[in-house]
C-alpha cells in the first residue's frame, strides 16, 4: 500500500509538474539549461474581458481591453481579409486564475468582445492565414493549437503539433500570399530535450496535420524563435545566439538553407545571482529576435526586419535596435544596426515588437524609462515609426500612464521575478500594439497606430453673457496620420433660457496629412445665458475609420464688466496694484501695468486656495496699464485673493468682499 501511495505521490507531482513548469520558461546560461521548476503565477478573481474601456489622460486614448488583471505575454494578430478584425489574449489562457479567454474585435477596436478556449500552460501567440483563419498556439505539455474560422468568435482545439514536456517558447506564422504555399501553416519552439534546440514543424493543409522538418539550430540563453512568411511564401525562421541567426526556406518550408547572422549582440540587462539577466528589480529580460515581413505594394516590398532589445557598449543596459534585409534574407544590415529608441538618457528600453503595414511603415513597440532619468524605473510603453524602410525611427510615447515594473513582477524564485518575455503588435491599415502593466496593474491596453488626438490651450475660459468664449484646440497626431476628422461641440448643461452659438475657425472638418493641426473654437453667449458652469464636449470622427475621441473643456459664464487701457503710456516695470474700492460690494477695480507685450492671467481665489473667478485666461495683451472691473455680485462675502501672471512676473493681493 505505502509503494502505491508512493507511486501515485510521485504520478500526481509529475502531472502538476508539466502542467505549470512551462508557465515559467527557463533560459539558458553558458550552454546549460536550467531544470524545470514548479512555478505559478500570480491568481486573480474570474472576470470576463472585453470592457474596452477609453483611457482619457492627454492628448491620446487608449484602450484597456481586460477587467482584471492577466499574466503578461501579450499577443495579437490582424485578418487579412478584415483590416478591422483582431485577435489577442495574455498568458491568462492558462485558466489557472478563471476561464481561458481569447478576445478578439470586428470593428476595428470600437468594442472588444471575448470568447473561451480549452485551458493550456500558456505562452500564447496568434496569426492569420490567407483565407481569414485564425491560429493560436500554446504551450500544453507540448504545442497546442486552436484554430477558428469565424474571426475569433469560437475556437476549435486541433490537438497537440507536439507532446513533448520539455517544449518552450514556440511561434507560428501562416502563408497570406495566395501562392502555391497558401495552406501552409509554420511552427517553432525551444526543444529542451534536445539542448535548447529549434525545432521546426509545418502543416501544408491549414493546420490539420504537421510534419516535422528538422531542427534548425540551437541558441544560449534560450533562443526564443521567431517565424515570418514573406512575398512568393518565402519563410523566415529568426533566433537568438549570440545575436539573431536567420534561415530562409523558399519550398514553403520543406527545406532551409544555411543560417545568416542577421545581427550581432548580447542580451539585454546584466546576469544577476540566478544566473539570469535582469533589469529592473531582478525581472527578467531577453534578446530573443522580432522580426515582420514587408508585405505592402511599395518599391520595399520584400523587405525584412529584425527588431530586438540588447546591452549596447556603454553604461546603457539595454536598447532597442533594427537590422534590415533588403534582398530576401541573403544578406543583412548586421554591420550598421539603427538605434530604435532615440532617448539621450542611459535608461532601459526592453520588451520590443515589430510590425510593418500595407503602406510600407514599420512600427516598433518597447517599454521605456527614460521619463525617469533619476531611479530608471518609472515604465511607459513607446513606440517608433519608419518610413524609409527602417533607416530611420520616429519616437513618440503609446500609453498614457506609467507603472513601476517593482510593483507588478511576478516572483518566480530566488532572485528571478517575470514580467513576460514578449508584447506583440499587429496590422495593416491600422496597427495595435497589444501590451500590459500600464498604470501598476497586468491588465491589457492597446492604442491605434497611427492616431489624432485632442488638447486645449486652456481648460477653463470666462466670459459675460453676449461675449464669445476663445479656445484653441490642438490636434498632435501620433505617428503619420492621414485622414478627414469631423468636430463637433455639445455643451452642458443646456442653458434655459439662452442660448450658446458655436463656430470654428478655419472649420470643423479637417484633413490631416500627416502632421499636426488647430483649430479655434468660438462659442457665442446671448445675453439671457445663466451665469454658471458648462462644459464644451468635443466629439472627433473620422470619416470610413473607427478613430474616435472625446476631450472636455469648461466654459465659466459671469457678470464680469471687463478690462479698460486706462492709457497708452508704457510704464517701466511690471506692477499690480490694490483693488480699490477695498472692501467692496459688489464692484471693484483691479489695475496692472505691462512694461511689454506678455501672456496675462488675472485669477480669484479664496481663502482655501480654490479658484473663485478667472478674469483673463492666458491672454495675449499689448504693453500698457489696464484695469479690470469685477463684479462679485454672485460671490459671497469673504478674504478672496487675486493673482496676476504676465510672462515672468507674478504677484498676489488680497481683497475684502463685504455685502
Same mark, same amino acid.
Given at each position: 500500500?505505502?509503494?502505491?501511495?508512493?507511486?501515485?505521490?510521485?504520478?500526481?507531482?509529475?502531472?502538476?509538474?508539466? !502542467?505549470?513548469?512551462?508557465?515559467?520558461?527557463?533560459?539558458?546560461?553558458?550552454?546549460?539549461?536550467?531544470?524545470?521548476?514548479?512555478?505559478?503565477?500570480?491568481?486573480?478573481?474570474?472576470?470576463?474581458?472585453?470592457?474596452? !474601456?477609453?483611457?482619457?489622460?492627454?492628448?491620446?486614448?487608449?484602450?484597456?481591453?481586460?477587467?482584471?488583471?492577466?499574466?503578461?505575454?501579450?499577443?495579437?494578430?490582424?485578418?487579412?481579409?478584415?483590416?478591422?478584425?483582431?485577435?489577442?489574449?495574455?498568458?491568462?489562457?492558462?485558466?489557472?486564475?478563471?476561464?481561458?479567454?481569447?478576445?478578439?474585435?470586428?470593428?476595428?477596436?470600437?468594442?472588444?468582445?471575448?470568447?473561451?478556449?480549452?485551458?493550456?500552460?500558456?505562452?500564447?501567440?496568434?496569426?492569420?492565414?490567407?483565407?481569414?483563419?485564425?491560429?493560436?498556439?500554446?504551450?500544453?505539455?507540448?504545442?497546442?493549437?486552436?484554430?477558428?474560422?469565424?474571426?475569433?468568435?469560437?475556437?476549435?482545439?486541433?490537438?497537440?503539433?507536439?507532446?513533448?514536456?520539455? !517544449?518552450?517558447?514556440?511561434?507560428?506564422?501562416?502563408?497570406?500570399?495566395?501562392?502555391?504555399?497558401?495552406?501552409?501553416?509554420?511552427? !517553432?519552439?525551444?526543444?529542451?530535450?534536445?539542448?535548447?534546440?529549434?525545432?521546426?514543424?509545418?502543416?501544408?493543409?491549414?493546420?490539420?496535420?504537421?510534419?516535422?522538418?528538422?531542427?534548425?539550430?540551437?541558441?544560449?540563453?534560450?533562443?526564443?524563435?521567431?517565424?515570418?512568411?514573406?512575398?512568393?511564401?518565402?519563410?523566415?525562421?529568426?533566433?537568438?545566439?549570440?545575436?539573431?541567426?536567420?534561415?530562409?526556406?523558399?519550398?514553403?518550408?520543406?527545406?532551409?538553407?544555411?543560417?545568416?547572422?542577421?545581427?550581432?549582440?548580447?542580451?539585454?540587462?546584466?546576469?544577476?545571482?540566478?544566473?539570469?539577466?535582469?533589469?529592473?528589480?531582478?525581472?527578467?529580460?531577453?534578446?530573443?529576435?522580432?522580426?515582420?515581413?514587408?508585405?505592402?505594394?511599395?518599391?520595399?516590398?520584400?523587405?525584412?526586419?529584425?527588431?530586438?532589445?540588447? /546591452?549596447?557598449?556603454?553604461?546603457?543596459?539595454?536598447?532597442?535596435?533594427?537590422?534590415?534585409?533588403?534582398?530576401?534574407?541573403?544578406?543583412?544590415?548586421?554591420?550598421?544596426?539603427?538605434?530604435?529608441?532615440?532617448?539621450?538618457?542611459?535608461?532601459?528600453?526592453?520588451?520590443?515588437?515589430?510590425?510593418?503595414?500595407?503602406?510600407?511603415?514599420?512600427?516598433?513597440?518597447?517599454?521605456?524609462?527614460?521619463?525617469?532619468?533619476?531611479?530608471?524605473?518609472?515604465?511607459?510603453?513607446?513606440?517608433?515609426?519608419?518610413?524609409?524602410?527602417?533607416?530611420?525611427?520616429?519616437?513618440?510615447?503609446?500609453?498614457?500612464?506609467?507603472?513601476?515594473?517593482?510593483?507588478?513582477?511576478?516572483?518566480?524564485?530566488?532572485?528571478?521575478?517575470?514580467?513576460?518575455?514578449?508584447?506583440?503588435?499587429?496590422?495593416?491599415?491600422?496597427?495595435?500594439?497589444?501590451?500590459?502593466?500600464? /498604470?501598476?496593474?497586468?491588465?491589457?491596453?492597446?492604442?491605434?497606430?497611427?492616431?489624432?488626438?485632442?488638447?486645449?490651450?486652456?481648460?477653463?475660459?470666462?466670459?459675460?453673457?453676449?461675449?464669445?468664449?476663445?479656445?484653441?484646440?490642438?490636434?498632435?497626431?501620433?505617428?503619420?496620420?492621414?485622414?478627414?476628422?469631423?468636430?463637433?461641440?455639445?455643451?452642458?448643461?443646456?442653458?434655459?433660457?439662452?442660448?450658446?452659438?458655436?463656430?470654428?475657425?478655419?472649420?470643423?472638418?479637417?484633413?490631416?496629412?500627416?502632421?499636426?493641426?488647430?483649430?479655434?473654437?468660438?462659442?457665442?453667449?446671448?445675453?439671457?445665458?445663466?451665469?454658471?458652469?458648462?462644459?464644451?464636449?468635443?466629439?472627433?470622427?473620422?470619416?470610413?475609420?473607427?478613430?474616435?475621441?472625446?476631450?472636455?473643456?469648461?466654459?465659466?459664464?459671469?457678470?464680469?464688466?471687463?478690462?479698460?487701457?486706462?492709457?497708452?503710456?508704457?510704464?517701466?516695470?511690471?506692477?499690480?496694484?490694490?483693488?480699490?474700492?477695498?472692501?467692496?460690494?459688489?464692484?471693484?477695480?483691479?489695475?496692472?501695468?505691462?512694461?511689454?507685450?506678455?501672456?496675462?492671467?488675472?485669477?480669484?481665489?479664496?481663502?482655501?486656495?480654490?479658484?473663485?473667478?478667472?478674469?483673463?485666461?492666458?491672454?495675449?495683451?499689448?504693453?500698457? /496699464?489696464?484695469?479690470?472691473?469685477?463684479?462679485?455680485?454672485?460671490?459671497?462675502?469673504?478674504?478672496?485673493?487675486?493673482?496676476?501672471?504676465?510672462?515672468?512676473?507674478?504677484?498676489?493681493?488680497?481683497?475684502?468682499?463685504?455685502?
Amino acid at each position: 500500500m505505502k509503494s502505491k501511495f508512493i507511486l501515485l505521490f510521485l504520478l500526481a507531482f509529475s502531472i502538476c509538474f508539466n !502542467a505549470y513548469s512551462q508557465i515559467d520558461p527557463n533560459e539558458q546560461v553558458s550552454g546549460n539549461s536550467f531544470p524545470l521548476k514548479l512555478v505559478l503565477p500570480r491568481v486573480f478573481a474570474p472576470e470576463p474581458y472585453g470592457v474596452d !474601456a477609453v483611457i482619457s489622460v492627454g492628448a491620446f486614448d487608449n484602450y484597456q481591453v481586460s477587467t482584471n488583471n492577466g499574466f503578461a505575454e501579450t499577443d495579437i494578430a490582424v485578418n487579412p481579409r478584415d483590416v478591422n478584425n483582431f485577435v489577442a489574449s495574455d498568458n491568462r489562457v492558462t485558466g489557472f486564475s478563471g476561464t481561458p479567454w481569447v478576445y478578439y474585435t470586428t470593428n476595428g477596436g470600437v468594442t472588444w468582445s471575448n470568447t473561451a478556449i480549452a485551458s493550456n500552460q500558456g505562452d500564447p501567440v496568434f496569426c492569420a492565414d490567407s483565407l481569414g483563419n485564425f491560429y493560436c498556439a500554446v504551450l500544453s505539455s507540448g504545442i497546442r493549437l486552436l484554430k477558428s474560422t469565424d474571426k475569433g468568435v469560437t475556437w476549435t482545439n486541433l490537438g497537440n503539433i507536439v507532446s513533448n514536456a520539455n !517544449a518552450d517558447k514556440e511561434w507560428i506564422a501562416a502563408d497570406q500570399t495566395g501562392g502555391p504555399f497558401q495552406n501552409h501553416v509554420y511552427m !517553432a519552439y525551444v526543444n529542451f530535450a534536445t539542448g535548447a534546440s529549434v525545432d521546426f514543424h509545418r502543416s501544408t493543409n491549414n493546420g490539420a496535420t504537421w510534419s516535422f522538418v528538422g531542427n534548425m539550430g540551437t541558441g544560449n540563453p534560450n533562443p526564443g524563435p521567431d517565424v515570418a512568411v514573406g512575398p512568393g511564401g518565402r519563410v523566415y525562421l529568426a533566433w537568438y545566439n549570440g545575436g539573431t541567426q536567420v534561415r530562409v526556406s523558399t519550398d514553403g518550408g520543406a527545406s532551409f538553407g544555411a543560417f545568416v547572422q542577421a545581427s550581432f549582440h548580447s542580451t539585454p540587462g546584466a546576469v544577476n545571482g540566478s544566473g539570469r539577466n535582469v533589469l529592473k528589480t531582478d525581472i527578467r529580460v531577453n534578446g530573443m529576435p522580432h522580426i515582420a515581413v514587408d508585405m505592402s505594394s511599395t518599391s520595399r516590398r520584400g523587405y525584412i526586419y529584425n527588431v530586438y532589445a540588447a /546591452n549596447p557598449p556603454g553604461p546603457d543596459a539595454s536598447d532597442v535596435f533594427c537590422t534590415r534585409s533588403t534582398d530576401g534574407g541573403v544578406t543583412w544590415s548586421s554591420g550598421s544596426p539603427v538605434r530604435v529608441n532615440d532617448d539621450a538618457a542611459f535608461t532601459d528600453q526592453w520588451m520590443c515588437d515589430v510590425s510593418v503595414d500595407l503602406q510600407g511603415r514599420v512600427w516598433a513597440m518597447w517599454w521605456d524609462s527614460r521619463n525617469d532619468e533619476a531611479s530608471n524605473m518609472m515604465t511607459e510603453t513607446y513606440g517608433a515609426v519608419s518610413t524609409d524602410g527602417g533607416l530611420t525611427f520616429t519616437n513618440f510615447k503609446i500609453s498614457n500612464q506609467n507603472f513601476n515594473p517593482a510593483a507588478i513582477k511576478i516572483f518566480q524564485g530566488a532572485n528571478h521575478y517575470y514580467l513576460g518575455d514578449y508584447q506583440g503588435i499587429a496590422g495593416r491599415t491600422m496597427t495595435f500594439p497589444f501590451y500590459t502593466g500600464q /498604470n501598476n496593474t497586468l491588465q491589457d491596453f492597446t492604442a491605434y497606430l497611427p492616431d489624432y488626438g485632442i488638447s486645449f490651450n486652456k481648460t477653463i475660459d470666462s466670459i459675460n453673457p453676449t461675449s464669445t468664449s476663445v479656445v484653441r484646440m490642438r490636434n498632435p497626431v501620433m505617428g503619420p496620420y492621414t485622414g478627414q476628422v469631423t468636430y463637433t461641440s455639445s455643451i452642458t448643461p443646456s442653458p434655459a433660457p439662452g442660448t450658446f452659438t458655436v463656430s470654428y475657425s478655419p472649420g470643423n472638418i479637417r484633413t490631416f496629412n500627416g502632421n499636426a493641426d488647430s483649430i479655434t473654437i468660438n462659442v457665442l453667449a446671448s445675453a439671457n445665458v445663466p451665469v454658471g458652469l458648462y462644459t464644451d464636449t468635443i466629439t472627433a470622427v473620422e470619416t470610413g475609420g473607427p478613430r474616435i475621441h472625446k476631450r472636455a473643456y469648461q466654459i465659466r459664464v459671469g457678470n464680469f464688466v471687463g478690462i479698460q487701457q486706462t492709457n497708452t503710456e508704457v510704464p517701466q516695470v511690471y506692477s499690480l496694484q490694490q483693488n480699490y474700492p477695498n472692501p467692496f460690494n459688489p464692484v471693484t477695480n483691479i489695475k496692472f501695468g505691462l512694461p511689454k507685450g506678455s501672456f496675462v492671467t488675472l485669477k480669484i481665489y479664496d481663502m482655501l486656495g480654490k479658484e473663485v473667478a478667472s478674469l483673463i485666461n492666458n491672454l495675449n495683451m499689448a504693453a500698457g /496699464n489696464y484695469t479690470y472691473d469685477f463684479n462679485a455680485v454672485n460671490v459671497p462675502s469673504g478674504i478672496y485673493f487675486y493673482k496676476l501672471s504676465a510672462g515672468e512676473f507674478s504677484d498676489v493681493k488680497k481683497m475684502t468682499l463685504i455685502k
